[in-house]
């Protein structure tokens, strides 16, 4: 006898089928069919949940996100409630004012935001000028910080440029405030460590708040420390071990920025700890560039109109990247680059080219964000097996992007900015994730913006008017597509889809049941999570109406 049934509903399996409706028993899904099959295997003890023509999908798969770095924006200064100067003012402000701790902390700043697209500590000196402030960009690439930081770091004129990082610098040559990708570890390594305590309550929140989305499942993107970012490996193994977690993790272990070979072993040594404690984990995560917004993602050609000329970094030299791939390949692991520039991208794809030829079919790897792709290498990813692994919110004009980013691209690379359309035409396998705190988590804003390339209308960090119309039509996805990705091609790249990622017998009972019908893209603007199942056991219902 089923514990629960859901009748009358649209299911997704993750494709659009027939099925109106389900059985669960013991936190497995053991029928799926029509109605008045499914309710006849119900007896007295079973659960009846009525759809009422809403649809019923696999629980989310966010396939790239960073949970703990989440959780923590959540509880503390958290700068994502707000896009304009006054406001990250008030907010800073008013923490400032009502914590008393040794540092200001905080994250979550848009360049857009500001004059030029990058801080100053003029502002945070004015805010917090008795304390060290610290504040990571969004996206997790800058680090913006006040006067008082940056003597305690010891960065002034004589400071040299830290490998793969930057210290902003004025026209006499002192330090901004802003501080690029590896240069901000010169301040975040003096931040006083987090108690245990607040990682478990980040942690434990960032769950409730996925849950309230319909993510049931996610990849860490970093297990290991990362500027701002704690490492968050003691606090899954904590958590997991104790029960609390639990929604479904993977995750890639860091392989510190850089690295050579010597790194291996270390490497290997936390996947160990990870798995001994009951944590799957089979990835590795590389980071081959930046970010296009402040120019060290590393593209083929110099950015357009900077001087002095530049074409990015390349964070791991090609050879030595192409060693580290085919050594992790052969120890069996899983391979999640990081890669924006179209010269990082084809320089993760010719290392996992060359694992092939040296190990044969080896493990399925990943490609994350992919801002921009050369055409030639699109037909490579189906070729080589690597997956897309998208953060499809991002693909629309919004003022950042169309003020920071496409002018550096220039107008033959913003033809291929975020070719969504274009992997999934050439045969490329797709996976979605959020990036999360980079952008919003919620998969029906990321689903709405893959399919219409514009932005979700209650998204307030896009509200120029470019940002609602299409950004590169042509690499519109469709929404089965789009669904799959975020569901079945998450588990498929996380090597889990025997178990989850579609509503079929045998999987796990984690669906989600949306507020009403989805028919097309353009619905998901008015829809909402009703509810979240997650082993069969409800774990977030909407008071919404």
């Not at 049934?5 to 089928?17: D, F, N, Q």
């Not at 580290?324 to 084809?346: K, W």
């Amino acid at each position: 006898m089923p514990d629960l049934v859901i009748l009358g509903a649209a299911v997704w399996a993750p494709e659009r089928g027939p099925h109106t409706a389900v059985a669960v028993t013991d936190g497995r899904i053991t029928a799926v069919g029509d109605d008045d099959g499914i309710d006849a295997l119900a007896g007295p003890g079973t659960e009846r949940l009525y759809a009422d023509g809403a649809a019923l999908l696999p629980g989310f798969n966010d396939a790239h996100i960073h949970v703990l770095a989440g959780g923590l924006g959540l509880i503390s200064c958290d700068l994502d409630s707000e896009h304009s100067l006054e406001g990250y003012e008030r907010l800073i402000r008013d923490y400032g004012d009502t914590h008393a701790g040794e540092w200001v902390v905080g994250a979550g700043w848009f360049g857009d935001v500001f004059p030029g697209g990058f801080p100053d500590r003029a502002v945070l000196d004015r805010l917090v000028p008795d304390r060290p402030a610290v504040f990571t960009s969004h996206d997790a690439h800058g680090v913006w910080v006040n006067s008082r930081a940056l003597e305690l770091a010891g960065i002034d004129r004589s400071t040299a440029d830290p490998a793969a990082g930057r210290i902003v610098r004025d026209a006499a040559g002192d330090a901004t405030g802003m501080l690029m990708e590896s240069a901000g570890e010169l301040v975040t390594s003096l931040i006083p460590p987090h108690r245990p305590e607040d990682l478990r309550r980040a942690m434990l929140t960032a769950q409730e708040h996925l849950f309230s989305l319909g993510v049931t499942a996610w990849h860490d993107a970093i297990l290991g420390r990362y500027l701002t970012l704690p490492d968050c490996v003691p606090t899954y193994i904590e958590t997991i071990g104790d029960g609390s977690l639990r929604g479904r993790v993977t995750g890639s272990v860091w392989w510190p920025a850089g690295a050579g070979l010597e790194a291996l072993d270390g490497v290997l040594g936390t996947i160990r700890e990870c798995r001994e404690s009951g944590f799957a984990v089979d990835s590795v995560k590389i980071m081959q560039d930046g970010i296009c917004e402040n120019c060290t993602g590393a593209l083929l050609a110099p950015y357009t109109g900077v001087e002095p000329e530049t074409s990015g970094e390349s964070v791991i030299p090609p050879a030595l990247l192409a060693e580290i791939v085919t050594s992790l390949d052969a120890e069996g692991l899983r391979v999640h680059f990081h890669g924006v520039g179209d010269r990082a991208v084809r320089e993760c794809l010719d290392a996992v080219a060359e694992a092939r030829q040296r190990n044969g079919a080896g493990m399925p790897h990943q490609i994350a964000h992919i801002d921009v792709a050369d055409p030639a290498d699109i037909p490579r990813f189906a070729a080589l097996g690597v997956t897309a692994n998208l953060q499809p919110l991002w693909a629309r004009a919004d003022q950042e992007i169309l003020e920071r980013k496409l002018p550096l691209l220039g107008e033959d690379r913003a033809r291929w900015h975020f070719p969504f359309g274009s992997l999934e035409r050439a045969g490329a396998h797709l996976a979605m994730g959020s990036d999360w705190p980079v952008t919003s988590p919620d998969p029906l804003w990321g689903i709405y913006t893959a399919c219409t390339r514009t932005a979700p209308p209650a998204d307030m960090h896009a509200r120029n008017p470019e940002s609602r119309e299409p950004m590169t039509p042509s690499e519109r996805l469709n929404l089965d597509t789009a669904v799959r990705a975020y569901t079945l091609g998450a588990a498929e790249i996380a090597g889990v889809a025997d178990r989850r990622g579609r509503i079929d017998v045998g999987q796990d009972a984690d669906l989600v049941l949306l507020s009403g019908p989805l028919i097309e893209a353009e619905d998901l603007a008015s829809l909402h999570i009703a509810r979240t199942i997650l082993g069969g056991d409800t774990v977030y219902r909407s008071t919404r109406d």
